[in-house]
């Protein structure tokens, strides 16, 4: 199984940047992917982007499309959402998420998931 710590959230003014980081311990496979989600305020959880550990291939959602990017560092067992330019409607609890990969594009079925971190954009 794979544990997932989250980090990186915080408070930025609109048109700041973070990056978000989500160290994976436990064994990953070169099958497994890495996936973030967000849940703003009063929605439901959305599909943000994923990324494969082997090859790195990703899958953004049309709302980060252009924007946000996924990245990974194999050696880390890491992952990161470099997230430049926020907005408000970018506020949200983000959560880092672990699956098998074997159905690319993944976007459901992550078995693991890490505690979420704040992002807040002030206006």
């Known amino acids: 199984q794979v544990q997932l710590v989250e980090s990186g959230g915080g408070l930025v003014q609109a048109g700041g940047s973070l990056r978000l980081s989500c160290a994976a311990s436990?064994?990953?496979?070169?099958?497994?992917?890495m996936g973030w989600f967000r849940q703003a305020p009063g929605k439901g959880r959305e599909f943000v982007a994923a990324?494969?550990?082997?090859?790195?291939?990703?899958d953004y959602s049309d709302s980060v499309k252009g924007r946000f990017t996924i990245s990974r560092d194999n050696a880390k067992n890491t992952v990161y959402l470099q997230m430049p330019s926020l907005k408000p409607e970018d506020t949200a609890v983000y959560y880092c998420?672990?699956?098998?990969?074997?159905?690319?594009?993944?976007?459901?079925?992550?078995?693991?998931w890490g505690q979420g971190t704040q992002v807040t954009v002030s206006s």
């Open positions: 436990g064994r990953t496979f070169s099958s497994y992917a």
């Open positions: 990324i494969r550990w082997s090859g790195g291939s990703t």
């Open positions: 998420a672990g699956g098998y990969a074997g159905n690319w594009p993944k976007r459901q079925g992550y078995a693991y």
